[in-house]
Nanobody, 111 residues
Protein backbone atom coordinates (compact mmCIF):
# COMPACT_ATOMS: atom_id res chain seq x y z
CA UNK A 1 0.00 0.00 0.00
CA UNK A 2 1.46 3.31 -1.10
CA UNK A 3 1.33 6.02 1.54
CA UNK A 4 1.88 9.75 1.09
CA UNK A 5 2.65 11.87 4.12
CA UNK A 6 2.51 15.64 3.74
CA UNK A 7 3.92 18.20 6.10
CA UNK A 8 4.82 21.86 6.26
CA UNK A 9 1.49 23.65 6.21
CA UNK A 10 0.51 26.37 8.65
CA UNK A 11 -0.50 29.96 9.15
CA UNK A 12 1.57 32.65 7.47
CA UNK A 13 1.18 36.35 6.80
CA UNK A 14 0.80 37.67 3.26
CA UNK A 15 4.19 37.83 1.61
CA UNK A 16 5.50 34.98 3.71
CA UNK A 17 6.84 31.58 2.71
CA UNK A 18 6.19 27.94 3.46
CA UNK A 19 7.67 24.70 2.19
CA UNK A 20 5.49 21.64 1.88
CA UNK A 21 6.95 18.14 1.83
CA UNK A 22 5.47 14.91 0.54
CA UNK A 23 7.09 11.63 1.52
CA UNK A 24 6.02 8.73 -0.68
CA UNK A 25 6.47 5.16 0.52
CA UNK A 26 7.09 3.39 -2.79
CA UNK A 27 10.06 1.61 -4.31
CA UNK A 28 9.98 3.26 -7.74
CA UNK A 29 9.37 6.87 -6.77
CA UNK A 30 11.79 8.15 -9.40
CA UNK A 31 9.77 6.68 -12.29
CA UNK A 32 6.64 8.76 -11.87
CA UNK A 33 5.43 12.33 -11.74
CA UNK A 34 4.33 13.94 -8.50
CA UNK A 35 1.51 16.45 -8.37
CA UNK A 36 0.44 19.06 -5.86
CA UNK A 37 -3.23 20.00 -5.81
CA UNK A 38 -5.06 22.46 -3.63
CA UNK A 39 -8.66 22.93 -2.61
CA UNK A 40 -9.96 26.21 -1.26
CA UNK A 41 -13.19 26.37 0.75
CA UNK A 42 -16.18 25.98 -1.55
CA UNK A 43 -13.99 25.36 -4.59
CA UNK A 44 -12.98 22.36 -6.62
CA UNK A 45 -9.61 20.74 -6.18
CA UNK A 46 -7.16 22.17 -8.69
CA UNK A 47 -3.79 21.06 -9.99
CA UNK A 48 -1.27 23.58 -8.71
CA UNK A 49 2.08 22.16 -9.79
CA UNK A 50 3.61 18.96 -11.04
CA UNK A 51 7.07 17.57 -11.60
CA UNK A 52 7.83 14.81 -14.08
CA UNK A 53 10.16 11.90 -13.46
CA UNK A 54 12.90 13.75 -15.35
CA UNK A 55 12.50 16.79 -13.09
CA UNK A 56 10.55 18.96 -15.52
CA UNK A 57 8.14 21.19 -13.58
CA UNK A 58 5.04 23.09 -14.50
CA UNK A 59 2.62 25.33 -12.64
CA UNK A 60 -0.81 26.78 -12.80
CA UNK A 61 -0.67 30.40 -13.93
CA UNK A 62 -1.64 31.89 -10.59
CA UNK A 63 1.45 30.51 -8.83
CA UNK A 64 4.09 30.82 -11.54
CA UNK A 65 7.06 32.81 -10.33
CA UNK A 66 6.10 32.30 -6.67
CA UNK A 67 6.01 28.51 -6.19
CA UNK A 68 8.76 26.02 -6.93
CA UNK A 69 8.24 22.28 -7.07
CA UNK A 70 11.18 19.92 -6.67
CA UNK A 71 11.93 16.33 -5.82
CA UNK A 72 14.63 14.36 -4.06
CA UNK A 73 14.49 10.83 -5.41
CA UNK A 74 17.00 9.57 -2.84
CA UNK A 75 14.54 10.56 -0.12
CA UNK A 76 11.33 9.67 -1.99
CA UNK A 77 10.20 13.20 -1.27
CA UNK A 78 8.66 16.01 -3.28
CA UNK A 79 8.59 19.61 -2.16
CA UNK A 80 6.56 22.69 -2.87
CA UNK A 81 8.34 25.91 -1.95
CA UNK A 82 5.77 28.71 -1.74
CA UNK A 83 6.98 32.31 -1.63
CA UNK A 84 5.17 35.63 -1.62
CA UNK A 85 2.04 33.93 -0.39
CA UNK A 86 -1.29 35.63 -0.89
CA UNK A 87 -4.63 35.21 0.92
CA UNK A 88 -6.01 33.51 -2.18
CA UNK A 89 -3.43 30.74 -1.71
CA UNK A 90 -5.32 29.64 1.39
CA UNK A 91 -6.36 26.03 0.82
CA UNK A 92 -5.76 22.44 1.78
CA UNK A 93 -2.81 21.22 -0.25
CA UNK A 94 -2.69 17.61 -1.38
CA UNK A 95 0.15 15.54 -2.77
CA UNK A 96 -0.78 13.07 -5.50
CA UNK A 97 1.27 10.16 -6.84
CA UNK A 98 -0.36 7.92 -9.44
CA UNK A 99 -3.73 6.95 -7.91
CA UNK A 100 -2.70 7.77 -4.37
CA UNK A 101 -3.33 10.86 -2.28
CA UNK A 102 -1.97 12.33 0.89
CA UNK A 103 -4.17 13.44 3.76
CA UNK A 104 -3.74 17.11 2.94
CA UNK A 105 -2.08 19.94 4.80
CA UNK A 106 -3.75 23.26 5.58
CA UNK A 107 -2.15 26.47 4.37
CA UNK A 108 -3.68 29.68 5.67
CA UNK A 109 -2.45 33.08 4.52
CA UNK A 110 -3.81 35.84 6.69
CA UNK A 111 -2.71 38.91 8.59
Amino acid sequence: QVQLVESGGGLVQPGGSLRLSCLVSVSDFDRYAVNWYRQAPGAQRELTAYILSDGTPDYTVSVKGRFTISRDNARNTAYLQMNNLKPEDTAVYYCNFENFWGQGTQVTVSS
